[in-house]
């Protein structure tokens, strides 16, 4: 990889995006190795996690090597101890770091102290880890990326820029579609027009979730409130009121569109009760493939080669 650190999607070429979706591919088939027999890899975590912890700490172990868990309370990350001085200790203990956190500038900050790579595993402004594992799942049911639609209704935060800038990277059409006031921050709209015409795709951000879902081959939701704003909750389930991904609006996309959740899911909320347990709904696929693609991150940051092995 050209960054020693994962903060963003767009830390990832377009090629290399390629090149981890076929690895994580050629991991799934082959899950056990022993490329990274010796390395550690610490999971500092601000948040918490079900799927990004237990993917995270499977995936180093079944590459041979560990995982050390540090969870909200133990880091105390800019309280207890500094960021850069959490960073210094931990590059002379482990060969990366995973980590979740609040402010997109604490990872930053780690990732300019820490001598080893630092791999976001969710902050506020994006989750580049979600968004492989949503383009591995994508592909795998609808084959290559061009000429497909993904429609994206709700919050314009973490989830849905980096899956906007995801798809734009290979070619993927995309609409975001999100109430007023709760837009992608707009340099991320211009980052994902931009990346978008040059992979020959388009990406649009309205306020309208049928003129997202119009013909989508994909219909994708988060939840409304994030890990950190429950203090906003009752504003927010005001603001969002008609996005509810439902029947009624999955109706609108194509008749084989795949309905997608990073999972955990508000049911009632942004996803209607029952609609993530019918056979279009590949969140359990999305929920696997983040233990692939973070092997294949992992063999390609810390040495253990594949990056499709030819290239
Ligand atoms: N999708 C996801 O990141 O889930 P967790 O918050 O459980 O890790
Ligand atoms: N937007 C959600 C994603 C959880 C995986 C959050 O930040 O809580």
Same mark, same amino acid.
């Given at each position: 990889?050209?960054?020693?650190?994962?903060l963003s999607i767009s830390d990832?070429?377009?090629?290399?995006?390629?090149?981890?979706?076929?690895?994580?591919?050629?991991?799934?088939?082959?899950?056990?190795?022993?490329?990274?027999?010796?390395?550690?890899?610490?999971?500092?975590?601000?948040?918490?996690?079900?799927?990004?912890?237990?993917?995270?700490? %499977?995936? $180093?172990?079944?590459?041979? *090597? =560990?995982?050390?868990? /540090?969870?909200? !309370?133990? @880091? +105390?990350? &800019?309280?207890?101890?500094?960021?850069?001085?959490?960073?210094?200790?931990?590059?002379?203990?482990?060969?990366?770091?995973?980590?979740?956190?609040?402010?997109?500038?604490?990872?930053?900050?780690?990732?300019?102290?820490?001598?080893?790579?630092?791999?976001?595993?969710?902050?506020?402004?994006?989750?580049?880890?979600?968004?492989?594992?949503?383009? %591995?799942? $994508?592909?795998?049911?609808? *084959? =290559?990326?061009?000429? /497909?639609?993904? !429609?994206? @209704? +709700?919050? &314009?935060?973490?989830?849905?820029?980096?899956?906007?800038?995801?798809?734009?990277?290979?070619?993927?059409?995309?609409?975001?579609?999100?109430?007023?006031?709760?837009?992608?921050?707009?340099?991320?709209?211009?980052?994902?027009?931009?990346?978008?015409?040059?992979?020959?795709?388009?990406?649009?951000?309205?306020?309208?979730?049928?003129?997202?879902?119009?013909?989508?081959?994909?219909?994708?939701?988060?939840?409304?409130?994030?890990?950190?704003?429950?203090?906003?909750?009752?504003?927010?389930?005001?603001?969002?009121?008609?996005?509810?991904?439902?029947e009624a609006l999955v109706s609108?996309?194509?008749?084989?569109?795949?309905?997608?959740?990073?999972?955990?899911?508000?049911?009632?909320?942004?996803?209607?009760?029952?609609?993530?347990?019918?056979?279009?709904?590949?969140?359990?696929?999305?929920?696997?493939?983040?233990?692939?693609?973070?092997?294949?991150?992992?063999?390609?940051?810390?040495?253990?080669?594949?990056?499709?092995?030819?290239?």
């Amino acid at each position: 990889m050209r960054s020693k650190d994962l903060l963003s999607i767009s830390d990832l070429e377009s090629h290399e995006i390629r090149l981890l979706l076929a690895d994580a591919t050629a991991l799934k088939a082959e899950p056990r190795q022993n490329t990274l027999a010796g390395k550690t890899l610490a999971l500092v975590f601000e948040k918490p996690s079900l799927r990004t912890r237990v993917s995270f700490e %499977l995936a $180093i172990k079944q590459l041979g *090597g =560990e995982a050390i868990y /540090l969870s909200p !309370a133990e @880091v +105390g990350l &800019g309280k207890r101890e500094s960021v850069a001085d959490v960073a210094r200790v931990l590059s002379r203990f482990v060969d990366a770091l995973a980590v979740r956190t609040f402010s997109q500038g604490t990872l930053e900050e780690l990732a300019q102290w820490a001598r080893v790579p630092v791999i976001n595993a969710l902050s506020d402004t994006e989750h580049p880890c979600q968004a492989l594992a949503d383009l %591995l799942t $994508i592909f795998e049911h609808k *084959g =290559e990326f061009p000429g /497909l639609k993904l !429609a994206y @209704v +709700g919050d &314009g935060n973490n989830v849905a820029v980096s899956l906007a800038l995801a798809a734009a990277s290979v070619g993927l059409n995309c609409t975001v579609a999100t109430p007023k006031g709760y837009e992608m921050p707009a340099a991320a709209v211009r980052q994902a027009r931009a990346l978008a015409a040059t992979n020959r795709c388009v990406f649009n951000a309205v306020n309208d979730p049928a003129e997202a879902v119009k013909g989508a081959d994909a219909v994708y939701t988060d939840v409304w409130i994030s890990m950190g704003q429950e203090a906003e909750n009752e504003i927010r389930l005001k603001a969002f009121a008609g996005y509810q991904v439902d029947e009624a609006l999955v109706s609108q996309a194509k008749p084989d569109a795949l309905i997608m959740h990073p999972l955990p899911a508000h049911y009632g909320q942004e996803v209607a009760e029952g609609l993530l347990d019918r056979p279009q709904s590949v969140v359990f696929d999305q929920a696997e493939n983040r233990l692939h693609v973070q092997k294949a991150l992992l063999a390609d940051m810390l040495g253990g080669l594949l990056m499709s092995w030819a290239a």
